[in-house]
């Protein structure tokens, strides 16, 4: 996956989320697995499912249990550290937090997610808002199709095929 350049923020992922907590009700701890999972999440930026950040942290030798990924991956999302794509049959997250504002090509073979940023479509989003009186909160646009790397693997096929 490329990645865009991370934004400057003044606090780090932790200290938001703990920050966040702390404004919901005095009750709600931060506990070890939650700080595992933060730090986790937010040491590399790439767009994954709850299954897969499962099977990761396991393999780092992290324990975090099911109901706590998919109870914190929702506050993270509230806190506004996480962003939620919807991919159709796959629910996938990745930083919205310290991170350029972004959309996505979505290879529906390989699974890959390519992200993009072009002031052209922002400037078109803006002057479609004005024109219709409407306040911008925020959008999600993914582009369906095949990476120029599956793309190639299916033309060699295809010229193998012919031998
Ligand atoms: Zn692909
Ligand atoms: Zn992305």
Excluded at 97 to 110: F, K, M, S
Aim: contains cysteine.
């Amino acid at each position: 996956m490329n990645a865009l350049p991370a934004v400057e923020v003044s606090q780090t992922p932790e200290e938001k989320f703990r920050e966040y907590l702390a404004s919901r009700s005095r009750t709600q701890r931060y506990t070890a697995q939650q700080r595992d999972m933060v730090k986790y999440i937010f040491s590399k930026h790439n767009h994954f499912d709850a299954d897969e950040l499962i099977d990761e942290m396991k393999r780092e030798r992290l324990r975090v249990s099911r109901p706590t990924v998919y109870r914190t991956l929702k506050k993270l999302v509230d806190a506004g550290l996480l962003r939620r794509i919807n991919l159709g049959s796959r629910t996938v997250y990745e930083h919205d937090y310290g991170y350029a504002q972004h959309d996505h090509l979505h290879c529906e073979q390989c699974g890959d997610m390519l992200e993009f940023h072009d002031p052209k479509l922002e400037q078109m989003i803006n002057d479609v808002c004005r024109q219709n009186h409407f306040q911008y909160a925020g959008h999600a646009l993914i582009i369906r199709g095949v990476c120029a790397r599956c793309n190639r693997a299916r033309v060699m096929k295809h010229r193998l095929d012919l031998v």
